[in-house]
């Protein structure tokens, strides 16, 4: 059975500290890894990998991708309290399905 | 990135009753989907809504309990049938392959909150 594991479940950091959140996978027919930020309702699309070893950037976040490992992490340096959400992880299969991890809930302390 | 739009963003219903959920593209997109959240828990997929087709339902989702229509490129419904507090969640359209952006990325609507009492 497909399936997406994150970690840790929740992450509580100061303000200007630098958190890594990892993301294991276990997929048939894998097409790519996306990651999201979810603050209410909505998922807001942060990242997509394809390829192994080629880091993304936005900011102060960044995501790489190893698909030998099965795992990707996304980096969040200098972190602000509005940084403070459920970070998402996702998997892509060949029919563009996502299958979701659970999330780490990450808080920002002042 | 496309906007997409979802009516109603909140509901409060009976047990018992229907709700159809809309969600609309202000472009035209190849793909949409449909999800559920539920309290405390990540998102799982409902079904892939094909246009001008019955919708392709995920293992444990069946269509007399959530019937879903697409009947253009940027348009789509879900109903919840037969409402019980069981299904109480968010439940959130997503749309890929957005015109002139490319595949391999998916980008949600705002979701609709229900409350079944």
């Known amino acids: 059975e497909d399936k997406v594991v994150q970690s840790p479940l929740s992450l509580v950091v100061h303000e200007g500290d630098t958190v890594t959140l990892n993301c294991s996978y276990e997929?048939?027919?894998?097409?790519?890894l996306l990651w999201y930020k979810q603050e209410k309702k909505a998922p807001t699309f942060l990242f997509m990998l394809?390829?192994?070893?080629i880091e993304k950037k936005s900011g102060r976040l960044s995501s790489i991708l190893d698909k030998k490992e099965l795992f990707s992490i996304l980096n969040i340096t200098a972190t602000q309290t509005g940084d403070s959400a459920i970070y998402l992880c996702?998997?892509?299969?060949?029919?563009?399905?996502?299958?979701f991890g659970s999330g780490t809930r990450l808080l920002v302390r002042p | 990135s496309a906007v997409i739009s979802q009516k109603p963003s909140r509901d409060i219903c009976q047990r018992g009753t229907s709700l159809t959920i809309q969600c609309q593209v202000d472009?035209?997109?190849?793909?949409m989907f449909w999800y559920r959240q539920q309290p405390g828990q990540s998102l799982t997929l409902i079904a892939t809504?094909?246009?001008?087709?019955?919708?392709?339902?995920e293992s444990g989702f069946v269509i007399d309990k959530f019937p879903i229509s697409r009947p253009n490129l940027t348009f789509s419904t879900l109903t919840v049938s037969n409402m019980s507090p069981e299904d109480s969640s968010i439940y959130l359209c997503?749309?890929?392959?957005?015109?002139?952006?490319?595949?391999?990325?998916?980008?949600f609507g705002p979701g609709t909150r229900l409350t079944v009492l």
């Open positions: 472009s035209q997109v190849t793909m």
């Open positions: 997929v048939t027919n894998f097409r790519s």
């Open positions: 996702a998997t892509m299969d060949s029919s563009y399905k996502l299958i």
């Open positions: 809504a094909n246009q001008g087709s019955e919708a392709t339902y």
């Open positions: 394809t390829s192994s070893g």
């Open positions: 997503s749309v890929e392959g957005i015109q002139g952006r490319g595949t391999d990325t998916q980008y």
